[in-house]
């Protein structure tokens, strides 16, 4: 990837969404601090954080909802909040709108009225894509939840945008609806070449969809890594369970390793011990504390997230 003034996104070609050191402030906090960002076309890319963390006021910041206090920002080579890129975007943030009184069908022939969009069929067709055939022509008021969600993406992606941007996209879903979403989104962007802009707490499925990860803390990009950056920087680990932790993490210490307790469990985070668990069992043994359990572990998305973010409790999910 260039830098932040570069020209080129990760995945080749002219940048779609670029920031440069954006920032936004609230009185004395700063919801966005200094993040710079260049996405391309065709990457599906995932924004992570705690809730507080300025996910979606980055959203809103590039969507030109909300001013940002510093920084540079820019859609599909324009300036946020050009009206020329708007055809051309589509979005979803924070909770679904829809006119309550109208139906489905309804509310869609009002979105492809006032994209201008040609085709009549457009409305059929997402009613189809999105799950909705059997709610076409229920009043807005009386959906669940899922449904809801269900047609503020038919919404959102109606007129086939390039650039989409959502905020946690499958918020109120089954897992269903969870998974046609996901295939949904990868087909935008592997088919169609759109570009993919989500938030979402749903760790395992950003790593089933999203190309590359941006991690926010506090306002602060944190970390950026693609798939095989994630890869190779997951964290793994020897975890161990004996009769006697304490002695364990004793016998493990005499023999020079870096044994660290968790809530019913010792760890050993280096290299030896990964690459030789049989050994570490031998040294248990001969001490007195054979394993109850010994394996070792590879943290996913949700571990190696809270790791980075300091939010590991103990050990990791995985260790829970």
């Known amino acids: 990837m260039d830098g932040p003034d570069g020209s080129a996104g990760a995945a080749g070609g002219p940048p779609r969404v670029l920031l440069h050191e954006v920032s936004k402030r609230y009185?004395?906090?700063?919801?966005?601090?200094?993040?710079?960002?260049?996405?391309?076309?065709?990457?599906?890319?995932?924004?992570?954080?705690?809730?507080?963390?300025?996910?979606?006021?980055?959203?809103?910041?590039?969507?030109?909802?909300?001013?940002?206090?510093?920084?540079?920002?820019?859609?599909?080579?324009?300036?946020?909040?050009?009206?020329?890129?708007?055809?051309?975007?589509?979005?979803l943030v924070e909770t679904p709108s829809a006119y309550p009184e109208l139906t489905v069908?309804?509310?869609?022939?009002?979105?492809?009225?006032?994209?201008?969009?040609?085709?009549?069929?457009?409305?059929?067709?997402?009613?189809?894509?999105?799950?909705?055939?059997?709610?076409?022509?229920?009043?807005?008021r009386a959906l669940s939840l899922g449904?809801?969600?269900?047609?503020?993406?038919?919404?959102?992606?109606?007129?086939?945008?390039?650039?989409?941007?959502?905020?946690?996209?499958?918020?109120?879903?089954?897992?269903a609806g969870v998974a046609e979403i996901r295939a949904l989104l990868a087909g935008l962007a592997r088919e169609h070449g759109a570009t993919v802009l989500l938030s979402s707490h749903l760790l395992g499925e950003v790593a089933r969809i999203a190309t590359r990860i941006g991690v926010l803390h506090e306002g602060r990009l944190v970390e950026e890594l693609d798939a095989a950056a994630l890869a190779r920087r997951v964290h793994r680990h020897v975890r161990v369970t004996t009769r006697d932790d304490a002695r364990a993490a004793d016998a493990l210490?005499?023999?020079?390793?870096?044994?660290r307790r968790v809530p019913g469990a010792v760890l050993l985070e280096d290299a030896w011990s990964r690459d030789r668990p049989d050994a570490v069992a031998t040294v248990l043994v001969r001490s007195g504390v054979p394993p109850t359990g010994l394996a070792v572990v590879q943290e996913d998305l949700e571990s190696h997230f809270l790791r980075v973010v300091g939010a590991d409790p103990a050990g990791s999910p995985g260790d829970r």
């Open 253 to 259: 210490t005499r023999a020079g390793l870096a044994p």
């Open 147 to 175: 449904n809801l969600q269900r047609l503020g993406l038919a919404k959102a992606l109606l007129h086939r945008p390039e650039l989409v941007v959502l905020d946690e996209p499958v918020n109120g879903l089954d897992p």
């Open 27 to 91: 009185g004395p906090v700063s919801a966005v601090d200094s993040v710079s960002l260049s996405i391309g076309a065709g990457e599906v890319y995932a924004l992570l954080g705690l809730n507080g963390a300025g996910k979606t006021t980055l959203l809103r910041l590039l969507l030109g909802m909300v001013r940002p206090s510093g920084g540079t920002a820019a859609l599909l080579g324009r300036p946020v909040g050009d009206r020329r890129t708007w055809a051309r975007v589509g979005y």
């Open 105 to 140: 069908r309804e509310n869609l022939e009002v979105v492809r009225y006032l994209r201008r969009l040609p085709d009549r069929t457009a409305v059929d067709d997402a009613v189809e894509r999105f799950g909705l055939t059997a709610y076409a022509d229920r009043r807005a």
